[in-house]
């Protein structure tokens, strides 16, 4: 199973240092144009498992919009374990709102 962590901010504490630092697999963080379509992908050959670390109510409220599914506000704690990614949305909130996103 895949964890999405779905989330407004990234921190180096979501990281595991040890295992980081013991894995083959490295973690660059990568602009993403359709996280619709990066979850779509991941779930075509894994079971997966949508977790919110969004703890404003209004952002969770817009990113369910934009990704078409339930976002709760639960701010989550996030720990990237090797099974696990985080989709990060960053916000700039005038009136022509734009969400960039990120796979980490």
Known sequence: MITIYICDS???SMLDRSKQAKSVFRRIPMPIDDPIEEIEEIAQSNE???????????KAALFSKV?????????????????????IGTTTLPDDAIIRWWLV
């Open 67 to 87: 990704l078409g599914m339930n976002i709760l506000a639960d701010g989550n704690s996030v720990l990237l374990h090797p099974n696990a990614v985080a989709i």
């Open 48 to 58: 997966i498992e949508i977790v919110s670390a969004i703890d404003d109510v209004d």
């Open 10 to 12: 990234f921190s180096l």
